[in-house]
């Protein structure tokens, strides 16, 4: 398809598992975000990758959340030992260049469920 | 990045324009106003920008104050699809930091 794709959709975890999601981003954008929204808040900035390295990993909240796109295209976000305050749709997004219009376009998100 | 403050929620009449304010009193001067939009289960899309001026595309026009401080995006003809959360954004060119936003209601 022609816009970002997140897989999967739905993820239903128990407390304590380790999830991986990933993102396939519109081809040719060089920049990518990873944002998570709980319930009723706008979504919050996790990292931002330019290429291959993450320019910018000032949101992630602590060192169980760890983002990966080695080849400057796909990226996983992975979260070790989850918790049942990591439920939350995490969304990601990408654009043409780093520092041009700021038009991010994003997918429609992996809903996490920690039980 | 700048904070920016919106009502919590409108509502408008299908038809008529949606006018919906966003104050940013403390944006510096490189730094952009954007507006993004939620339809409900689905992840945000982008509206519309602008520094300084005002600007227009086919989906809204953007009203930026003289001295920056508040901006108004205006949806000229308001639609029962327009229904979503909206995101005012002020910020440089790569993170974008997200408010809460206006949840705009269009009533039929």
């Known amino acids: 398809g022609a816009g970002v794709s997140q897989t999967p959709s739905n993820k239903v975890t128990e407390k304590g598992k380790y999830v991986e999601l990933r993102c396939d981003p519109i081809s040719g954008h060089t920049a990518l975000y990873w944002y998570r929204q709980s319930l009723g808040q706008g979504p919050e900035f996790l990292i931002y990758f330019q290429g291959t390295g993450a320019a910018d990993d000032s949101g992630l909240p602590n060192d169980r959340f760890f983002a990966v796109r080695p080849e400057g295209s796909v990226s996983t976000l992975k979260i070790q030992r989850t918790e049942r305050g990591d439920s939350a749709v995490y969304l990601c997004a990408s654009s043409l260049i780093s520092g041009g219009t700021g038009e991010l376009f994003f997918g429609e998100g992996s809903r996490l469920t920690v039980l | 990045d700048a904070k920016t403050t919106q009502p919590p929620s409108m509502d408008c009449a299908e038809g008529r324009a949606a006018n919906l304010p966003c104050n940013h009193s403390?944006?510096?001067?490189?730094?952009?106003v954007y507006w993004y939009r939620q339809i409900h289960s689905q992840g945000p899309q982008y509206i519309i920008h602008?520094?300084?001026n005002n600007e227009t595309n086919e989906m809204a026009s953007l009203i930026i104050t003289e001295d920056r401080k508040s901006s108004t995006l205006i949806l000229p003809h308001a639609t029962l699809r327009d229904t979503a959360v909206y995101y005012c954004?002020?910020?440089?060119?790569?993170?974008?930091?997200f408010g809460t936003g206006t949840r705009l209601t269009i009533i039929p």
């Open positions: 403390t944006i510096s001067g490189n730094e952009y």
């Open positions: 602008g520094l300084k």
């Open positions: 954004i002020v910020g440089g060119n790569e993170k974008l930091t």
